[in-house]
């Protein structure tokens, strides 16, 4: 499934079997989630994509084929593929161990193709090898919700307890049962009249739910944003207790309002988590291999990516859309 260029729909194509450079796999595509940014790429609003190109970065698959200098993986390993598809090792943010800054990083579904495709093409030292229980659709939201939700969850002070997560979907269905294997308190923020998705994170063990303009039963130590809706920082500012952290998790935002610097006061702070490092993806898939994590999908063929985009956009998916190829 191909975009042309922004703001028009996919086109479905048949293109060559693409082949792997010396460090490279061949991976044939057992699923891929559909994520928010696809939703930002594919709109325009961010800006300069690879054109033509092959959305996708939450990449479940089998290595097919070798390149000639791959050395980590064999032919038939489970894999996943996530946004990083490259980092340079050079820059000053990679020597500094933020590769996730990295100023020539190539990105997985964005300035290179992704998975919403029967095969594509990763670098190898980009993929994780995952637990064979997570090599089908159900493991695909992982790659990016799981892990810039991890990200996201880690950026908070370890003895934070009560947390808010604003916005919830793919991210917040797999963090909050993660947060809840250790022992946190999830408040769950939704859209006003979403009763349905406060219902759903209930069912996963969020102490409370509610809309985001509701104030939470306790004051919170920490908040994580994933909706992608500027008016939620001051608002979690807000529902922060004194020294708690307000973490945005999305590619995008729309503008924040302006807001009185006393809910900023007391060494509260926000701040937004770009990307992912190698290093985030290792723990944090060594993390729910141990975990009985399960992922809430709805799934789509291939062919239907844009009917997928478009549930996603309504806000018609509780969990996560993933595309399945045959
Ligand atoms: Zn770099
Ligand atoms: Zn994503």
Redesign the pocket.
Known sequence: MVLEEPKRPLVLKTIPLPAPQAKEVLIKIIACGV????LHIIDGELIYPKLPLIPG??IVGIVAKTGTNVLRLLEGDVVGVP?LGYTCGKCKYCMRGQENLCINAGFTGYTVDGGYAEYTVANEQYCFPLAAKYGNASGAPLL??GL?GYRSYSMIHANATNIGIYGFGAAAHILTQVAIFQEKKIFAFTRDDDQEAQRFAVQLGATWAGGSSQSPPEKLDAAIIFAPVGSLIPKALADIDKGGIVVCGG?HMSDIPTFPYTILWDERAIRSVANLTRKDGDAFFKLVSELPITTEIKTYPLSEANEALSDLRNGKIHGAAVLVMD
């Open positions: 994520c928010r940014t696809d970065h939450e946004w990016c919700a810039i590619i």
